[in-house]
């Protein structure tokens, strides 16, 4: 399984970006796809995950934000990131998860500076 994410940059406070990662190559049927960042010095967190299904879960931090979508026909997940913060900073990278197991992506940097 490959999963290429991109989208990522340096963006000023209260712009916008739009992650996507897709994945390719053979997998288990997938249940659910997200986005997890980690800022430096910190842990990994969830930003937002959507099930095939289409029910979400975001982070309290990025509600109202963020908007996560699925092309299911594609295997692609998106991440609309609106009214950036610096707190927002950090690598994020992409999860698909399937029956079977979890895939991660590289990661795409994001840097909210003015």
């Known amino acids: 399984v490959q999963l290429q994410a991109s989208g990522g940059g340096l963006v000023q406070p209260g712009g916008s970006l739009r992650l996507s990662c897709a994945a390719s190559?053979?997998?288990?049927?997938?249940?659910?796809m997200g986005w997890y960042r980690q800022a430096p010095g910190k842990e990994r967190e969830l930003a937002a995950i959507?099930?095939?299904?289409?029910?979400?879960n975001y982070a309290d931090s990025v509600k109202g934000r963020f908007t996560i979508s699925i092309d299911n026909a594609k295997n692609t997940v998106y991440l609309q990131m609106d009214s950036l913060k610096p707190e927002d900073t950090g690598l994020y990278l992409c999860?698909?998860?399937?029956?079977?197991?979890?895939?991660w992506g590289q990661g795409t940097l994001v840097t909210v500076s003015s």
């Open positions: 999860s698909v998860v399937t029956v079977r197991n979890i895939n």
């Open positions: 959507m099930s095939t299904a289409g029910t979400t």
């Open positions: 190559g053979g997998m288990f049927a997938i249940v659910a």
